[in-house]
């Protein structure tokens, strides 16, 4: 065997065994931080957290309701950023009477090649507060008017 044969036995015996020693300290995703449960008024800014380890570093994405939520790596143009920690920030709360594209059940999975990992269910709910304190208003209006009269 010539020099280059022996060279080139050396790298693939050295890539060999630097490759499977770093298999070995590969490891699948964990959730470190879950979401919690969030209520926010419409219109405000709001994160959902998630956290994850593992080696190769897990790439996150999130669901609601069990459909992939669309961020701005998908549409520059929306209102939902997936944060380099894996947080899911919203720029404002959208809810309206007939679409409340934001309210729901959020879970965030973080996925390598050795498997995935699915944190706890976190539900983000629209705070009616105007119409809160409007009713509260009405309520104390009314009582007014009873206890004069």
């Known amino acids: 065997m010539g020099p280059l044969g022996f060279i080139l036995i050396c790298g693939l015996l050295h890539f060999q065994v630097d490759g499977s020693r770093l298999r070995q300290e590969d ?6 931080e879950h979401p919690s449960d969030l ?19 897990p790439t996150v994405e999130w669901y609601k309701d ?11 143009r929306s ?12 720029l404002r709360i959208v809810h309206g009477r007939r679409s ?3 309210e729901g059940s959020y879970v965030c999975v973080a996925r390598n090649y050795l498997g995935e990992a699915v944190s706890r269910n976190a539900s983000l709910e629209v705070a009616y507060i105007r119409g809160i304190l409007r009713a509260l208003f009405n309520m104390n209006w009314v009582n007014e008017r009873v206890h004069k009269s």
């Open 27 to 32: 490891s699948p995703p964990r959730i470190v």
């Open 39 to 57: 209520i926010v008024s419409k219109g405000e800014p709001a994160t959902l957290n998630c956290k994850a380890e593992g080696r190769p570093s």
């Open 66 to 76: 069990g459909e992939r939520v669309e961020t701005d790596k998908d549409d520059p």
């Open 79 to 90: 209102h939902r950023m997936l944060l380099p920690s894996g947080s899911l920030f919203f």
């Open 100 to 102: 409340k594209p934001d």
